[in-house]
Protein backbone atom coordinates (compact mmCIF):
# COMPACT_ATOMS: atom_id res chain seq x y z
CA UNK A 1 0.00 0.00 0.00
CA UNK A 2 2.95 2.72 0.95
CA UNK A 3 5.26 1.80 -2.06
CA UNK A 4 1.77 2.14 -4.49
CA UNK A 5 1.26 5.87 -2.29
CA UNK A 6 4.80 6.28 -2.71
CA UNK A 7 4.89 5.41 -6.48
CA UNK A 8 1.75 7.98 -7.24
CA UNK A 9 3.20 10.51 -5.21
CA UNK A 10 6.54 10.90 -7.52
CA UNK A 11 4.74 9.78 -10.43
CA UNK A 12 7.89 7.72 -11.77
CA UNK A 13 6.94 7.01 -15.27
CA UNK A 14 5.61 10.37 -16.06
CA UNK A 15 8.67 10.79 -18.07
CA UNK A 16 7.57 7.96 -20.48
CA UNK A 17 4.53 10.75 -21.64
CA UNK A 18 6.19 14.17 -21.02
CA UNK A 19 4.87 14.70 -24.67
CA UNK A 20 1.36 14.02 -23.77
CA UNK A 21 1.69 16.05 -21.02
CA UNK A 22 3.06 19.20 -22.53
CA UNK A 23 0.34 19.33 -24.79
CA UNK A 24 -2.47 18.95 -22.15
CA UNK A 25 -0.36 21.34 -20.31
CA UNK A 26 -0.74 23.49 -23.23
CA UNK A 27 -4.95 23.35 -23.72
CA UNK A 28 -5.23 23.68 -20.12
CA UNK A 29 -3.77 26.82 -19.79
CA UNK A 30 -5.48 28.05 -22.36
CA UNK A 31 -8.74 27.09 -20.69
CA UNK A 32 -7.18 28.75 -16.95
CA UNK A 33 -6.87 32.07 -18.91
CA UNK A 34 -10.10 32.01 -20.53
CA UNK A 35 -11.63 30.98 -17.15
CA UNK A 36 -9.91 33.53 -15.73
CA UNK A 37 -10.67 36.79 -17.68
CA UNK A 38 -14.34 35.58 -17.69
CA UNK A 39 -14.32 35.17 -14.05
CA UNK A 40 -12.94 38.73 -13.94
CA UNK A 41 -14.52 40.38 -16.08
CA UNK A 42 -17.70 39.42 -14.61
CA UNK A 43 -16.55 39.75 -11.14
CA UNK A 44 -15.79 43.22 -12.82
CA UNK A 45 -19.40 44.05 -13.69
CA UNK A 46 -20.91 43.13 -10.58
CA UNK A 47 -18.54 45.04 -8.51
CA UNK A 48 -19.17 48.37 -10.51
CA UNK A 49 -22.70 48.01 -10.46
CA UNK A 50 -22.83 46.50 -6.72
CA UNK A 51 -20.48 48.66 -5.00
CA UNK A 52 -21.65 48.35 -1.39
CA UNK A 53 -21.27 44.62 -1.22
CA UNK A 54 -18.63 43.97 -3.58
CA UNK A 55 -15.08 45.42 -3.21
CA UNK A 56 -12.07 45.37 -5.02
CA UNK A 57 -12.69 46.32 -8.08
CA UNK A 58 -9.71 47.58 -9.52
CA UNK A 59 -8.18 44.25 -8.56
CA UNK A 60 -10.51 42.69 -10.76
CA UNK A 61 -9.47 44.98 -13.34
CA UNK A 62 -6.22 43.57 -12.67
CA UNK A 63 -6.98 40.44 -13.01
CA UNK A 64 -8.92 40.88 -16.30
CA UNK A 65 -5.73 42.87 -17.76
CA UNK A 66 -3.15 39.85 -16.44
CA UNK A 67 -5.37 37.03 -17.95
CA UNK A 68 -5.53 38.69 -21.55
CA UNK A 69 -1.56 39.20 -21.41
CA UNK A 70 -1.99 35.22 -20.34
CA UNK A 71 -4.20 34.45 -23.33
CA UNK A 72 -2.05 35.91 -26.23
CA UNK A 73 1.34 34.60 -24.31
CA UNK A 74 -0.59 31.04 -24.96
CA UNK A 75 -0.45 31.65 -28.11
CA UNK A 76 3.01 32.60 -28.40
CA UNK A 77 3.76 29.85 -26.65
CA UNK A 78 2.01 27.62 -28.88
CA UNK A 79 3.24 29.11 -31.77
CA UNK A 80 7.02 28.78 -31.55
CA UNK A 81 6.21 25.30 -29.49
CA UNK A 82 7.96 25.84 -26.24
CA UNK A 83 8.58 22.70 -24.16
CA UNK A 84 8.59 24.07 -20.58
CA UNK A 85 5.17 24.87 -20.26
CA UNK A 86 4.53 23.24 -17.27
CA UNK A 87 7.68 25.85 -15.56
CA UNK A 88 5.67 28.60 -17.42
CA UNK A 89 1.82 27.27 -16.34
CA UNK A 90 3.75 27.47 -12.51
CA UNK A 91 5.19 31.08 -13.13
CA UNK A 92 1.55 32.21 -14.80
CA UNK A 93 -0.40 31.13 -11.64
CA UNK A 94 1.77 32.44 -8.96
CA UNK A 95 1.21 35.97 -9.62
CA UNK A 96 -2.81 35.50 -9.35
CA UNK A 97 -1.66 33.36 -5.93
CA UNK A 98 0.06 36.97 -4.75
CA UNK A 99 -3.10 39.09 -5.42
CA UNK A 100 -5.50 36.49 -3.82
CA UNK A 101 -3.07 36.72 -0.62
CA UNK A 102 -2.86 40.37 -0.89
CA UNK A 103 -6.45 40.90 -1.10
CA UNK A 104 -7.12 38.14 1.92
CA UNK A 105 -4.35 39.80 4.17
CA UNK A 106 -2.53 43.32 3.46
CA UNK A 107 -5.79 45.05 1.27
CA UNK A 108 -8.40 44.37 3.45
CA UNK A 109 -7.31 43.46 7.61
CA UNK A 110 -10.24 43.14 9.01
CA UNK A 111 -12.34 40.20 7.17
CA UNK A 112 -11.94 36.99 7.01
CA UNK A 113 -9.84 35.72 3.78
CA UNK A 114 -11.96 33.72 1.46
CA UNK A 115 -10.05 33.92 -1.84
CA UNK A 116 -6.76 32.74 -1.30
CA UNK A 117 -8.86 29.58 -0.14
CA UNK A 118 -10.25 28.38 -2.67
CA UNK A 119 -7.19 29.58 -5.37
CA UNK A 120 -5.13 26.66 -3.59
CA UNK A 121 -7.64 24.01 -4.13
CA UNK A 122 -8.85 25.27 -7.24
CA UNK A 123 -6.07 26.06 -9.31
CA UNK A 124 -3.58 24.06 -9.31
CA UNK A 125 -6.02 21.46 -10.97
CA UNK A 126 -5.13 23.27 -14.01
CA UNK A 127 -1.82 22.05 -13.65
CA UNK A 128 -0.94 18.43 -14.99
CA UNK A 129 2.63 17.86 -12.85
CA UNK A 130 3.57 14.80 -10.51
CA UNK A 131 1.53 15.58 -7.36
CA UNK A 132 5.03 15.74 -5.14
CA UNK A 133 5.48 18.81 -7.09
CA UNK A 134 2.19 20.31 -6.83
CA UNK A 135 1.98 19.80 -2.91
CA UNK A 136 5.35 21.81 -2.58
CA UNK A 137 3.75 24.79 -4.53
CA UNK A 138 0.67 24.68 -2.50
CA UNK A 139 2.98 24.57 0.98
CA UNK A 140 4.48 27.50 -0.54
CA UNK A 141 1.88 29.32 -1.25
CA UNK A 142 0.01 28.14 1.80
CA UNK A 143 3.14 29.42 3.98
CA UNK A 144 3.52 32.74 2.65
CA UNK A 145 -0.12 33.42 2.88
CA UNK A 146 0.51 32.10 6.95
CA UNK A 147 3.14 34.94 7.05
CA UNK A 148 1.58 37.61 5.57
CA UNK A 149 -1.77 37.16 7.53
CA UNK A 150 0.57 37.20 10.86
CA UNK A 151 2.14 40.74 9.98
CA UNK A 152 -1.11 42.50 7.96
CA UNK A 153 -4.00 41.25 11.13
CA UNK A 154 -4.41 41.52 14.45
CA UNK A 155 -3.55 37.95 16.04
CA UNK A 156 -7.29 36.64 17.10
CA UNK A 157 -8.02 37.41 13.01
CA UNK A 158 -4.83 35.61 11.89
CA UNK A 159 -5.51 32.57 14.57
CA UNK A 160 -9.16 32.37 12.39
CA UNK A 161 -7.71 33.01 9.66
CA UNK A 162 -4.83 29.98 10.17
CA UNK A 163 -7.64 27.23 10.91
CA UNK A 164 -9.64 27.85 7.98
CA UNK A 165 -5.95 27.43 5.71
CA UNK A 166 -4.86 24.49 7.76
CA UNK A 167 -8.19 22.88 6.50
CA UNK A 168 -8.37 24.25 3.09
CA UNK A 169 -4.70 23.38 2.67
CA UNK A 170 -5.56 19.23 3.96
CA UNK A 171 -8.51 19.32 0.99
CA UNK A 172 -6.44 20.75 -1.30
CA UNK A 173 -3.45 18.38 -0.87
CA UNK A 174 -6.49 15.72 -1.06
CA UNK A 175 -8.21 16.81 -3.86
CA UNK A 176 -5.16 17.37 -6.25
CA UNK A 177 -3.51 14.18 -5.13
CA UNK A 178 -6.58 11.70 -6.13
CA UNK A 179 -7.63 14.16 -9.37
CA UNK A 180 -3.82 14.27 -10.16
CA UNK A 181 -3.59 10.51 -9.79
CA UNK A 182 -6.56 9.47 -12.08
CA UNK A 183 -5.28 12.35 -14.85
CA UNK A 184 -1.70 10.52 -14.63
CA UNK A 185 -3.43 7.15 -15.11
CA UNK A 186 -5.74 8.82 -17.69
CA UNK A 187 -2.62 10.24 -19.72
CA UNK A 188 -0.67 6.53 -19.37
CA UNK A 189 -3.57 4.53 -21.05
CA UNK A 190 -4.58 6.95 -23.48
CA UNK A 191 -0.66 6.38 -24.60
CA UNK A 192 -0.82 3.21 -24.66
CA UNK A 193 -3.97 2.91 -26.75
CA UNK A 194 -2.95 5.79 -28.84
CA UNK A 195 0.53 4.35 -30.03
CA UNK A 196 -1.17 0.99 -30.70
CA UNK A 197 -3.23 3.09 -33.52
CA UNK A 198 -0.08 5.36 -34.41
CA UNK A 199 2.11 2.18 -34.84
CA UNK A 200 2.28 -0.08 -38.04
CA UNK A 201 2.22 -3.03 -36.90
CA UNK A 202 4.59 -4.68 -39.66
CA UNK A 203 7.56 -1.73 -39.65
CA UNK A 204 7.16 -0.24 -36.03
CA UNK A 205 6.83 3.12 -37.03
CA UNK A 206 4.57 5.69 -37.60
CA UNK A 207 1.47 5.03 -40.24
CA UNK A 208 0.04 7.02 -42.75
CA UNK A 209 -2.71 8.68 -40.44
CA UNK A 210 0.00 9.97 -37.42
CA UNK A 211 2.87 11.03 -39.77
CA UNK A 212 1.08 13.00 -42.46
CA UNK A 213 -0.45 14.84 -38.88
CA UNK A 214 3.00 15.22 -37.63
CA UNK A 215 4.26 16.99 -40.48
CA UNK A 216 1.54 18.67 -41.09
CA UNK A 217 1.82 20.44 -37.20
CA UNK A 218 5.67 20.99 -38.04
CA UNK A 219 4.74 23.28 -41.39
CA UNK A 220 2.22 25.12 -39.53
CA UNK A 221 4.62 25.86 -37.03
CA UNK A 222 7.04 26.96 -39.93
CA UNK A 223 9.32 24.03 -39.16
CA UNK A 224 11.42 24.33 -42.40
CA UNK A 225 12.88 20.45 -43.81
CA UNK A 226 12.79 18.05 -46.63
CA UNK A 227 9.52 16.08 -47.81
CA UNK A 228 11.14 12.68 -49.14
CA UNK A 229 9.09 9.97 -50.63
CA UNK A 230 10.78 6.86 -51.13
CA UNK A 231 9.77 3.07 -52.97
CA UNK A 232 11.65 0.03 -52.80
CA UNK A 233 13.34 -1.03 -56.75
CA UNK A 234 12.01 -3.98 -58.03
CA UNK A 235 9.38 -5.36 -54.70
CA UNK A 236 7.14 -6.78 -56.51
CA UNK A 237 9.98 -9.20 -58.03
CA UNK A 238 10.57 -9.92 -54.48
CA UNK A 239 7.23 -10.85 -53.36
CA UNK A 240 7.06 -13.07 -56.31
CA UNK A 241 10.32 -14.78 -56.29
CA UNK A 242 10.67 -15.28 -52.50
CA UNK A 243 7.47 -14.62 -51.37
CA UNK A 244 5.23 -12.09 -48.90
CA UNK A 245 7.26 -13.06 -45.86
CA UNK A 246 10.39 -12.61 -47.39
CA UNK A 247 8.94 -8.91 -48.82
CA UNK A 248 7.67 -8.46 -45.15
CA UNK A 249 11.43 -8.67 -43.93
CA UNK A 250 12.62 -6.59 -46.37
CA UNK A 251 10.12 -3.75 -45.84
CA UNK A 252 11.36 -4.25 -41.54
CA UNK A 253 14.48 -3.84 -42.57
CA UNK A 254 14.81 -0.66 -45.11
CA UNK A 255 12.35 0.66 -42.01
CA UNK A 256 15.38 -0.47 -39.28
CA UNK A 257 18.08 1.06 -41.39
CA UNK A 258 16.29 4.14 -42.30
CA UNK A 259 15.51 4.79 -38.61
CA UNK A 260 19.42 5.08 -38.00
CA UNK A 261 19.81 7.52 -40.08
CA UNK A 262 17.05 10.13 -38.63
CA UNK A 263 17.46 12.32 -36.22
CA UNK A 264 14.73 12.52 -32.98
CA UNK A 265 13.01 15.38 -34.28
CA UNK A 266 12.31 14.28 -37.91
CA UNK A 267 9.54 12.12 -39.02
CA UNK A 268 9.42 8.96 -40.73
CA UNK A 269 5.96 6.58 -41.63
CA UNK A 270 5.19 4.43 -43.86
CA UNK A 271 2.78 5.58 -46.22
CA UNK A 272 1.53 1.90 -47.61
CA UNK A 273 3.09 -1.41 -49.68
CA UNK A 274 6.73 -0.11 -49.80
CA UNK A 275 6.24 3.62 -50.30
CA UNK A 276 7.92 5.54 -47.09
CA UNK A 277 7.87 9.27 -46.39
CA UNK A 278 10.73 11.12 -44.35
CA UNK A 279 10.28 14.87 -42.99
CA UNK A 280 13.84 15.60 -42.45
CA UNK A 281 13.93 19.04 -40.02
CA UNK A 282 16.51 21.36 -41.04
CA UNK A 283 17.09 19.93 -43.90
CA UNK A 284 16.48 22.97 -46.34
CA UNK A 285 19.71 23.48 -49.08
CA UNK A 286 21.17 21.10 -51.45
CA UNK A 287 24.46 20.40 -49.73
CA UNK A 288 22.21 19.08 -46.91
CA UNK A 289 20.11 16.91 -48.66
CA UNK A 290 22.66 15.40 -50.67
CA UNK A 291 24.93 14.20 -47.34
CA UNK A 292 21.35 12.74 -46.12
CA UNK A 293 20.45 11.23 -48.39
CA UNK A 294 23.65 9.93 -49.70
CA UNK A 295 24.22 8.12 -45.95
CA UNK A 296 20.72 6.68 -46.42
CA UNK A 297 21.39 5.02 -49.76
CA UNK A 298 24.55 3.91 -48.50
CA UNK A 299 23.28 2.20 -45.83
CA UNK A 300 20.42 0.72 -48.01
CA UNK A 301 22.67 -0.61 -50.50
CA UNK A 302 24.38 -2.45 -47.42
CA UNK A 303 21.63 -4.27 -46.58
CA UNK A 304 21.95 -8.50 -46.50
CA UNK A 305 19.18 -10.56 -46.53
CA UNK A 306 19.74 -14.06 -46.63
CA UNK A 307 16.07 -15.45 -47.37
CA UNK A 308 16.40 -13.44 -50.45
CA UNK A 309 19.99 -14.62 -51.33
CA UNK A 310 21.36 -11.31 -50.21
CA UNK A 311 19.87 -9.60 -53.38
CA UNK A 312 20.75 -6.23 -53.93
CA UNK A 313 18.17 -3.72 -52.27
CA UNK A 314 17.91 -0.39 -53.67
CA UNK A 315 15.60 2.62 -53.51
CA UNK A 316 14.47 5.20 -55.75
CA UNK A 317 13.59 8.69 -54.09
CA UNK A 318 11.77 12.20 -55.02
CA UNK A 319 11.66 14.88 -52.27
CA UNK A 320 10.92 18.60 -52.04
CA UNK A 321 12.33 20.99 -49.51
CA UNK A 322 9.36 22.98 -47.34
CA UNK A 323 10.55 27.06 -47.35
CA UNK A 324 8.59 30.10 -47.61
CA UNK A 325 7.24 29.32 -50.78
CA UNK A 326 5.49 26.42 -49.93
CA UNK A 327 2.50 26.26 -48.35
CA UNK A 328 1.04 22.87 -47.35
CA UNK A 329 1.46 19.40 -46.72
CA UNK A 330 -0.53 18.42 -49.60
CA UNK A 331 1.57 20.50 -51.89
CA UNK A 332 4.76 19.24 -50.44
CA UNK A 333 3.36 15.36 -51.25
CA UNK A 334 2.79 16.21 -54.79
CA UNK A 335 6.03 18.02 -55.76
CA UNK A 336 8.15 15.12 -53.99
CA UNK A 337 5.63 12.37 -55.70
CA UNK A 338 6.59 14.22 -59.24
CA UNK A 339 10.01 14.31 -57.88
CA UNK A 340 9.94 10.00 -57.08
CA UNK A 341 7.94 9.59 -60.89
CA UNK A 342 10.86 11.46 -62.63
CA UNK A 343 13.78 9.42 -60.59
CA UNK A 344 11.40 6.40 -61.84
CA UNK A 345 11.61 7.16 -65.12
CA UNK A 346 15.49 7.63 -64.83
CA UNK A 347 16.54 4.03 -64.01
CA UNK A 348 16.88 2.92 -60.63
CA UNK A 349 18.50 3.71 -57.55
CA UNK A 350 17.80 7.42 -58.31
CA UNK A 351 16.53 10.45 -56.67
CA UNK A 352 15.57 14.12 -57.32
CA UNK A 353 15.00 17.26 -55.53
CA UNK A 354 12.85 19.35 -56.21
CA UNK A 355 13.25 23.23 -55.20
CA UNK A 356 9.24 24.24 -56.49
CA UNK A 357 9.83 24.43 -60.19
CA UNK A 358 13.48 24.06 -60.02
CA UNK A 359 14.23 20.34 -59.77
CA UNK A 360 18.07 19.03 -59.46
CA UNK A 361 18.79 15.78 -60.22
CA UNK A 362 21.37 13.67 -59.06
CA UNK A 363 22.55 9.73 -59.35
CA UNK A 364 24.49 8.87 -56.05
CA UNK A 365 26.68 5.69 -56.33
Known amino acids: ???????????ENSHLYLDEIRTRNYKSFRHFSIVGLSISIAMLLFSLLLKKIITFNMEFLIFACYFICM??????????????????????????????????TFLDTTEPSITIMIFICVLPLFILDKPWRIFLYITIIALVYCICCYIAKDFELFMEDF?????????AIGVN?????????NVENYIKVREKSEIDPLTGIYNRGIGAEKITKLINQEV???????????????????????????????????????????????????????????????????KAIG???????????????????????????????TTDYN?????????????????????????LNDSINCLLS
Not at 237 to 254: A, F, K, M, P, R
Not at 298 to 321: F, P, Y
Not at 333 to 351: C, F, I, Q, T, V
Open 71 to 104: IYLEKVIEKKNIKHITLIFYIAVTPVMIMAILIG
Open 163 to 171: IDIVAFYIL
Open 295 to 325: NLYEKIRAIKISSINNEHINISLGCCIFNEK
Open 177 to 185: FFILKDRLE
Open 1 to 11: MFQKLKKDFLA
Open 331 to 355: ELYKYSDKALYESKSKGKGRDTLVF
Open 224 to 290: YGAFCIFDIDNFKHINDTYGHSCGDEVLQEIANVTRTCLSNNDVFFRMGGDEFIIYSVGCVDELQYK
